[in-house]
């Protein structure tokens, strides 16, 4: 089963749209993460949340917004889709060690 | 410049050889991970280790901390260890984590 679900998997939007990236995490860890992987670059960090609040934010715009509604829920907001913001992107937790959920891969046209 | 470097960038080889891949960074780190990332994109870690050797299976890490650098050791390849493997460091480690990842080396084992 997996511990990380990423809803949904494959997502198309329209430029200028707002769409909600889901992350829900079965560890019970405290700490949760969003990164970013674009086409020829390494993943990078975007968000991370220790029991709910926003611990770090490298990302330089304001149209994303993570969300925590549960302890064990991260989901991320996008707004005002530009297609720059086509990538796969990754939802984590960690305790000791990180795990990575599956990923949700968006394309934006 | 670049905070985690990873080398080779790509490796061929035959079912059956060895694979040695680098990883060398450029601040401390508190935590060092290996990930694989199948050709479907989907992240699994491998091995944690910010010093010292470990074993899992044919996975052989080492890491040298004062030298910065970590290898990862797979015997024996099978062509379903192809995909690409992905070095990440953690500088700060606790509540405030955040991994930095190097650009990863795409292995392709052939049989």
């Known amino acids: 089963d997996p511990k990380i679900i990423q809803k949904p998997k494959y997502l198309v939007a329209v430029t200028g749209s707002e769409k909600i990236l889901i992350c829900e995490q079965y560890?019970?860890?405290?700490?949760m993460y969003w990164y970013r992987q674009s086409a020829k670059k390494p993943l990078e960090f975007m968000f991370s949340?220790?029991?709910?609040?926003?611990?770090d934010n490298q990302t330089a715009s304001s149209r994303f917004q993570p969300q925590s509604s549960k302890k064990n829920h991260l989901d991320l907001q996008i707004t005002a889709l530009k297609p720059d913001d086509s990538a796969t992107y990754f939802c984590?937790?960690?305790?000791?060690?990180?795990?990575f959920g599956s990923g949700t891969r968006l394309l934006v046209i | 410049g670049q905070q985690v470097q990873q080398s080779p960038s790509s490796l061929v080889l035959q079912e059956g050889e060895n694979a040695e891949l680098q990883c060398n960074f450029s601040?401390?780190?508190?935590?060092l991970q290996w990930f694989y990332q199948s050709p479907g994109g989907s992240l699994v870690s491998l091995l944690s280790?910010?010093?010292g050797t470990k074993h899992t299976g044919r996975l052989t890490s080492t890491t040298v901390t004062k030298e910065r650098r970590s290898s990862l050791h797979i015997s024996s390849s099978q062509t379903t260890d192809s995909g690409t493997y992905l070095c990440?460091?953690?500088?700060?480690?606790?509540?405030?984590?955040?991994?930095?990842f190097g650009k990863g080396t795409k292995l392709s084992v052939k049989s």
């Open positions: 560890l019970g860890h405290n700490a």
């Open positions: 601040s401390t780190a508190t935590q």
């Open positions: 949340y220790s029991y709910q609040k926003l611990m």
């Open positions: 280790n910010p010093s």
């Open positions: 990440a460091i953690d500088r700060v480690g606790g509540s405030n984590a955040k991994l930095t």
């Open positions: 984590a937790s960690s305790q000791d060690n990180y795990t």
